[in-house]
Each structure stands twice: as C-alpha cells, then as structure tokens.
C-alpha cells in the first residue's frame, strides 16, 4: 500500500511538472525550492536581523575572527584594489584568504552596498542559482520533469542552501551562482564573466574548472574541440585569473598560498567526520554521480564519465587537507549536471525521474548540516 502511495503521489507530480509554463516555469519552480529548502535548513533568523542592523549584536562563540572578517570585508568595499592592512596577518586566519577574493567587495562598492546589502544580494541570487539549475536539467536531461525536480533536490542539499545560510560573508553562494551561469548560458562573453566572477570570489572555482570544459565538450558538435568558443571562454576566464592573482601579488607584496592544511596523514583519524563533511555537501545528489560511475564502468564508451568521476574523486580527496570539508566539497556540483547528461543518453527518462524523486524525497527527510575541521554544526547553520 505504501509503494502504491508513493507511486501516485510521484506519478501526480510529475504531471504537474509537464503542465507548467517553459516560459516562467523557473521562477516557480525556484521560488517553491527556494521556500521549502530555506525552511528545512532551519536558518538563524535572529542572526539575520543582526547582520542586517534590526536587532543587537552577539558575538559568535565559536569564531572569534568573525568581527575581523568583517572589517576586514568593510576595508575592500571601501576600496578593493589596494593592499589592505589584513594582507599580512597570522597562518591560517581567514581574513588573509580574502586578499584575492575581490568579486564582492568590488560589487559593493560599485553599487554602494555594505556587508547586510551584500549577504541580501546573495540570497537574492540564491533564488536565481535554482532557477539555473532547472534551466540546466533540462538542458542534461531535455525533460521538463527532470529539469522541475532538480532544483528541490539541491535546495535540500547545502549547494543549494548556501546563499541563505552564509551569514559569515564567505559568498560562496555567488561563486556557485558564477559557475551556474558559465555552465548555463551559450554566449562565450557571458561564460568568461562568470567564470571569472566565480574564481574571483573564491579560489576554489578554479580548480573545479575543468567540470565546465568537460561539459562544454559534451556540448560539441563537431570533433574538433579545440574550435569550440565555450571551451577557450572557460580556460581564458581561469587564465586571466591566474594572470590577475599573480599580478596582484606582486604589486602587493603578499603570498599566493597558505599553509593551513591538515596533514595528510591525519586523514585516518579524520576520516568520519570527513566523509560527514562530504555528504552534506550534495547529500543525496551524490546517488546521480555514483550512477554515471556505474554507467562509465559498463560503457566502454563513456571516457568522459570516466575522466569526470576520477577527477571528482581526486578533487575531492584534496578536500581532506582544508578546514572547510562541506563548503569546498560543494563546488563539485557541476559534476551532478554532467552525470545527468550522461545518464540521460543510457538510462530512460522514467528512470531518472524516479531516482530523482528519491533524492528530493530523501533530502526532505534529513537534515542539513556543515563540517568545518572537527566540527560538526548540525542542523544549518550554526548555533548562537
């Protein structure tokens, strides 16, 4: 009777999903995703009305660096491209890690907003963030079922909560947002801006690069990838970063890199909450990429799975070495859009309907929560 239930209750929403607009489609199914994923991560809304000047200031318990990142933030806005006083502070401390991280502050102080009107601004394109990722399912899946589901599936996850829990002012959010549209739109100018957008809020985007050259290879017409515009847009926006850094630096006097990593050999004591870490970043999104693993591993055909796969698990053993686990972890998304397309040219479309559905299902079912070194904040985001 159960399996009865829930076949009905899937069959019904798949025929609401055909019946909506292609035209405003995503709106809705963005703003429904963005409501129902908002409200199970439980948010701290007293913290939000603290960021946003509407009710008294605490201090955070545990991060006291917390009132530095924000002077340090106010610094940028003020005036992004100079060495700021932070440039050189201790190994490890996070304010270091924004000397290069110029996107927001640039933005804020072009457009005159501060720290509220930032994380405001962010949680706005949270909502578009999901609206790209319906416009990219259906592009993986060409499903209109598929692309409706997928939004809910990484509005349960913490890649699709990020831009309405980061109170913190890391705008990983916008860095996602940035890939999205780099993934999303054909226009090769469009996709170096948001790659460039993207790499510049946060290093990370860089080294999921290659994702979006597999999955604009996938895009390919013809066998000759090295004329395709969408390939040289996504590698000329990580040159000009590297390019951008390196100059930067320079003129500044201050380090590329940083020391704070874990020791490799601490991974076999770290290993639990490590893989805690790692799920929570995608959660039940990571079903679809060990279903393309399979697919490639029965395919003799399927080398681009094959490569996306390998190079995701190497990304994401690298994630054992930095402090933030669930935050890194979650810039491998593009690799649940490549799987999709993958599965979609060897699996039928009532099988990834369904195997979405579980996901959606499954997500709205457990909690989200964030791995930060040893610590484990669990449910999102963290208590004050």
């Not at 409200?39 to 009305?49: A, E, M, V």
């Not at 079922?145 to 997928?150: G, K, P």
């Not at 190497?314 to 649940?336: E, H, I, M, N, Q």
Request: glycine content about 8%.
């Amino acid at each position: 009777m159960l399996l009865a239930f829930v076949r009905r209750l899937g069959e019904t929403l798949f025929a609401r999903c055909e019946a909506l607009s292609p035209k405003w489609g995503w709106a809705t199914i963005a703003l429904l995703a963005t409501a129902l994923g908002v409200s199970l991560c439980t948010p701290d809304y007293r913290h939000q009305l603290d960021v946003f000047g509407l009710a008294p200031h605490r201090p955070h318990p545990q991060w006291p660096d917390l009132e530095l990142v924000r002077h340090c933030l106010s610094e940028q806005i003020d005036n992004p491209f100079v060495r700021h006083s932070f440039a050189d502070s201790n190994v490890g401390l996070h304010a270091e890690k924004m000397t290069f991280r110029l996107s927001m502050p640039f933005l804020g102080h072009i457009l005159g907003l501060r720290l509220g009107g930032l994380i405001l601004l962010q949680q706005l394109c949270g909502v578009l963030f999901l609206g790209l990722v319906w416009k990219l399912g259906w592009r993986a899946t060409d499903d209109s079922v598929c692309a409706a589901l997928l939004p809910f599936a990484f509005a349960f996850s913490y890649v699709g909560q990020a831009c309405f829990v980061d109170l913190i002012a890391c705008f990983d959010g916008m860095a996602l947002c940035g890939l999205a549209v780099a993934m999303c739109f054909r226009n090769p100018g469009v996709i170096f801006l948001g790659m460039c957008f993207a790499c510049w809020t946060d290093e990370r985007a860089m080294v999921v690069s290659p994702l979006l050259l597999m999955w604009w290879v996938l895009h390919q017409a013809g066998p000759r990838v090295w004329r395709n515009p969408r390939v040289w847009a996504v590698g000329l926006g990580v040159l000009c970063y590297v390019a951008g850094r390196l100059a930067l630096g320079h003129l500044w006097h201050v380090r590329q890199w940083h020391k704070d990593l874990f020791p490799a050999g601490t991974w076999a004591v770290r290993w639990p909450i490590f893989l805690v870490g790692l799920a929570f970043s995608l959660k039940w999104l990571w079903f679809i990429i060990g279903a393309a693993a399979l697919a490639a591993f029965l395919s003799r055909k399927r080398w681009l799975a094959a490569t996306m796969v390998l190079f995701v698990v190497a990304y994401l053993g690298s994630c054992t070495l930095v402090w933030d686990t669930t935050r890194s972890a979650a810039y491998a998304f593009p690799s649940v859009i490549l799987a999709l397309a993958f599965l979609s040219r060897t699996e039928s479309l009532t099988t990834i309907r369904w195997l979405l559905f579980g996901i959606c299902v499954l997500g709205s079912l457990t909690p989200s929560g964030y791995v930060a070194g040893d610590i484990l904040w669990f449910p999102l985001p963290t208590g004050w």
